[in-house]
């Protein structure tokens, strides 16, 4: 069973690099796996930022995806991290029911469930390190940083670099290369 998960994690990891690649347009998403290909999505957005060495609390702190609001991944999040470190840190996803339970976190996905407490969220999040990512319509605009949009059965990324510049997270142009920019010079 263990392999099985493996097998099944590695392969939703491995098609996700593919959709970030460099001339790679974005990945097909049937609806029933979108969140998958989300979750993958999350993890590899590790690789793709840099965090500045303060937001972490020690050398061993864990490297946290944080999810905030309804849960959409269910266990497929936590099977795409499982036995995963980045730099040295290990991975784990920490669940928030609301605003005010977030502790300290590297990424937080902010399910569409928040859609009405959206600023709230990102107000909470300012001048803390953190990579804000969600799927709710237009929150690019309003200072998320990563918006993940579903656009014909295909993921694809807006991403704010104003937003991640404010946050001192500096966004690989390899993750640029395949995302719709705003926030840059009045974009």
Request: hydrophobic share 45%.
């Amino acid at each position: 069973m263990a392999s099985l998960i493996r097998v099944r994690r590695w392969l939703v990891v491995a098609t996700a690099c593919i959709a970030v690649l460099p001339g790679s347009n974005a990945m097909p998403a049937p609806p029933a796996a979108e969140y998958q290909v989300k979750a993958a999505y999350l993890f590899n957005f590790g690789q793709f930022v840099e965090w500045p060495v303060q937001a972490y609390d020690s050398p061993s702190a864990p490297f946290v995806i944080g999810v905030v609001g309804e849960d959409p991944f269910g266990k497929t999040l936590d099977e795409v991290i499982a036995g995963e470190s980045l730099g040295g840190h290990p991975l784990v996803v920490k669940r928030f029911r609301n605003i005010e339970d977030i502790s300290d976190c590297n990424i937080l996905f902010i399910g569409r469930s928040e859609s009405a407490r959206l600023d709230e969220t990102l107000k909470a999040m300012k001048g803390r390190s953190v990579l804000t990512v969600t799927d709710i319509t237009g929150a690019e605009q309003r200072g998320a940083i990563i918006v993940l949009v579903n656009d014909n059965n295909r993921i694809r990324m807006r991403i704010n670099v104003a937003a991640a510049k404010a946050s001192n997270l500096v966004i690989s142009s390899k993750l640029l290369r395949p995302a719709e920019v705003v926030g840059n010079d009045g974009g």
